[in-house]
């Protein structure tokens, strides 16, 4: 064969190989979803990813927890697929989500801050001041309201919620449909998680979405250990202070009920805002109920430790004050002007000191991070994972960590 025949068919061949090579580009993806359900869940025949834990095995009044360490839990969310919970955590972490890719889902539900944002009022686009402080999401597959003031019964409904209101994510279903189809590895990643779709869709990006949340599960605290029956794993104090939070006298758990730690409900309690921000109504605009003005739901104090500042209004930079604000009576912070129809819980328990105390070292057994997921390295989109400022404070915290490892 002459040299010159050679050097075609060789060109031939190698152009079809870059040709392929193209395709097999443009309809595969660099990203990998997982086909292992997170820690905590069971893979079934059906690959859907089923909750187990002790909890399960304990029956109680109203099939719910009332207060008692051996309670069982509310229904919950559960029989997500793997791959619906690993593309969720995706799109949980990429900025891409929100209108100029400055923020993510992440950015007020930051995992090392017990999925909140450390801040006494969120920000969202742009930095602009949001009303409230961040909820944290631990444990959200348990329950059936959702945000402070109780507004959305599902977690599709509180999914939707940040992603296009015009103070925090503030997209459009339009605008983030274009950005996910417009993304080769998106394509791919919901193909994979949604093989009878060719394009994404709104319902499948809010499935993905609480598919990931309702896999935050955090019920393996040194508390739940004791709860379980090995009494050592909280010591002489702590114990002390489970006692005080569940008696009749203080009335912690009468609202915050284990094993979760909330109720779930709404509850007036009395608290002002801070900085001489207008009175927050709360729940009675949801309602349109009187009865709850000033009312928000009743938080977890799962990874309270981790969830500072405390109240809707972020009244309290510190736990112990917190704690003593339910102790100084009932009432006793309400707004001049303002008429407020006080949760018939709060009322003057007169602790000690020293109760007050025992009852702050308690809720620092609740702390249980062992199955926070992992930030991607990447996300499709190119961006920085929860967005430039996390990331940037995340490079500076891991020089520190460098710089000392040196030293």
């Avoid at 995706?90 to 992440?106: E, H, N, T, Y």
């Avoid at 819980?345 to 926070?372: C, K, M, Q, R, Y």
Wanted: hydrophobic share 35%; glycine share 6%; charged share 20%.
């Amino acid at each position: 064969m002459r040299p010159l025949t050679v050097m075609i068919r060789w060109c031939s061949t190698l152009a079809l190989a870059l040709v392929f090579l193209q395709i097999k580009a443009e309809t595969s993806s660099s990203f990998m979803l997982s086909d292992a359900c997170p820690p905590g869940f069971e893979l079934s025949a059906e690959q859907q990813c089923l909750l187990v834990n002790f909890y399960q095995l304990y029956n109680s009044v109203q099939g719910r927890g009332v207060g008692g360490t051996q309670t069982s839990l509310p229904k919950y969310r559960d029989g997500f697929s793997p791959q619906q919970i690993d593309l969720g955590r995706i799109l949980f972490f990429d900025p891409a989500l929100s209108k100029d890719g400055s923020m993510s889902c992440a950015s007020c539900h930051q995992p090392d801050k017990g999925f909140s944002d450390g801040l006494a009022r969120s920000k969202g686009i742009d930095g602009r001041q949001l009303t409230r402080s961040a909820p944290s999401l631990w444990n959200v597959a348990f329950l059936d309201k959702f945000y402070w003031d109780a507004r959305a019964n599902t977690l599709e409904e509180q999914a939707i919620g940040p992603l296009f209101d015009a103070n925090e994510m503030a997209n459009t279903p339009e605008q983030l449909l274009e950005t996910l189809n417009g993304n080769s590895d998106y394509l791919a990643l919901f193909k994979q998680t949604y093989p009878s779709r060719s394009q994404i869709e709104l319902d499948q990006v809010v499935s993905a979405l609480t598919a990931f949340q309702s896999s935050l599960i955090s019920l393996n605290s040194r508390y739940d250990r004791y709860a379980h029956g090995y009494h050592e794993a909280l010591n002489k104090n702590e114990i002390a202070g489970l006692n005080v939070f569940r008696s009749f006298v203080a009335r912690c758990a009468e609202c915050h009920q284990p094993p979760l730690f909330t109720n779930n409900q709404i509850a007036v309690i009395g608290v002002p805002e801070k900085d001489g921000i207008p009175f927050d109504i709360g729940a009675q605009q949801t309602y349109q109920a009187a009865k709850l003005r000033g009312g928000f739901k009743v938080p977890t104090l799962r990874n309270i430790t981790k969830t500072k500042p405390y109240m809707h209004a972020g009244n309290f930079d510190d736990l112990r004050e917190a704690v003593e604000f339910y102790n100084k009576g009932r009432g006793h912070a309400i707004p001049e002007g303002e008429t407020l129809q006080i949760h018939w819980h709060i009322w003057e328990p007169n602790l000690t000191e020293h109760e007050l105390d025992l009852i702050v070292a308690f809720l620092g057994t609740l702390t249980d991070e062992a199955f926070t997921p992992k930030v991607p390295a990447s996300v499709p989109s190119g961006l920085s994972p929860v967005d430039a400022n996390y990331q940037q404070q995340h490079n500076k915290n891991n020089q520190k960590l460098l710089s000392r490892a040196g030293e």
